[in-house]
C-alpha cells in the first residue's frame, strides 16, 4: 500500500541558509524507501538560501527538491497554500526548516497514517515520550499555557494545538486552507481546530521538538498577541 502513496514535503524558508541543506539531508536519510518530493518554499531570503537550494538541486535532482520561491515574506499560511499548488504527492507534510522537526520521526507519521486511516497526523510535545529541548523555563511556561488555554477554550480534541510538523492527506489540507483566514503563527491552531470541527479523522504521534540549531527564532511579542486574538476568534467562530 506505501508504494502508491507519494508525500509531498513543504517547507517554508526565510534566512535558513544555514539548516536547509542538512534538514535535506535527514529527509533523504529517513525516507530511504518513501515516494517523496521536497518543495522549498521560501519568502525572498537574503541570506542566500535560494542558492544553496539550487545547489541542492543539482545533488539530488529537481524532481525531488522544488523550489518555489516568493518575491518577499508572505506569511505561513500563504506558504502552505502556494506548496500545495505545487504538490504532486497524496499525502503533505508540513514542516519547519529550523531542525525543530526533526525528520526522523516522518516514519512514524507515514507508519500511523498506515496503521489508522487518519487525515491527519500532527506530532504533539504533550504527550508520553513527547517533550521540547532548548527551551527555558519561560518559554515552556508560556507555550503549555497557551495550548492548555486554548484546549479550554476550544475543545480541540487534539494535545497539541501550535505545533506545526504534520501529515495531511491532499485533498484534506487543500480544504483545511480553503476554510482558514488566520496569517501566521495561529494559522497552525485555527487548521487544526477547524479539522476537528469537519470532523476529520485525526492521529498524534509523539515528538520531541529542539529549538532552532542555527539562526534566530522568528516568534515575538507580537506574535503572542496575535495567538491570543486568533483565540478568541476561533472561539467565536467555530
Not at 22 to 34: E, G, N, P
Not at 41 to 69: C, F, H, M, N, W
Amino acid at each position: 500500500m506505501e508504494d502508491k502513496n507519494k508525500y509531498s514535503i513543504i517547507i517554508p524558508t526565510y534566512n535558513e541558509r544555514l539548516n536547509i541543506a542538512l534538514i535535506v539531508y535527514l529527509v533523504f536519510k529517513h525516507l530511504r524507501d518513501v515516494d517523496f518530493e521536497i518543495i522549498v518554499v521560501d519568502d525572498g531570503s537574503p541570506d542566500g538560501t535560494q542558492e544553496i537550494v539550487k545547489q541542492l538541486q543539482q545533488v539530488y535532482g529537481e524532481d525531488r527538491i522544488l523550489l518555489r520561491a516568493r518575491p518577499k515574506k508572505l506569511g505561513l499560511g500563504t506558504a502552505y497554500s502556494h506548496g500545495v499548488k505545487h504538490a504532486s504527492g497524496n499525502f503533505v507534510v508540513i514542516m519547519d526548516a529550523d531542525l525543530s522537526h526533526h525528520p526522523k520521526y516522518l516514519p512514524s507519521f507515514i507508519k500511523k497514517q498506515l496503521e489508522t486511516g487518519a487525515s491527519i497526523v500532527t506530532g504533539t510535545r504533550y504527550v508520553k515520550d513527547g517533550g521540547v529541548h532548548g527551551w527555558n523555563l519561560m518559554r515552556k511556561l508560556t507555550s503549555r499555557g497557551a495550548n492548555v488555554l486554548a484546549q479550554t477554550l476550544l475543545w480541540p480534541g487534539v494535545s497539541d494545538l501550535t505545533g506545526s510538523f504534520r501529515l495531511y492527506r491532499k485533498s484534506v489540507l487543500e480544504d483545511l486552507i480553503s476554510s482558514c483566514v488566520s496569517k501566521g503563527y495561529v494559522f497552525q491552531m485555527e487548521m487544526i481546530v477547524r479539522a476537528s470541527r469537519k470532523g476529520y479523522h485525526i492521529e498524534e504521534v509523539p515528538i520531541t521538538f529542539v529549538d532552532r540549531v542555527y539562526g534566530s527564532s522568528k516568534l515575538g511579542g507580537s506574535e503572542i498577541v496575535e495567538y491570543l486574538k486568533g483565540l478568541v476568534y476561533l472561539l467565536v467562530t467555530t
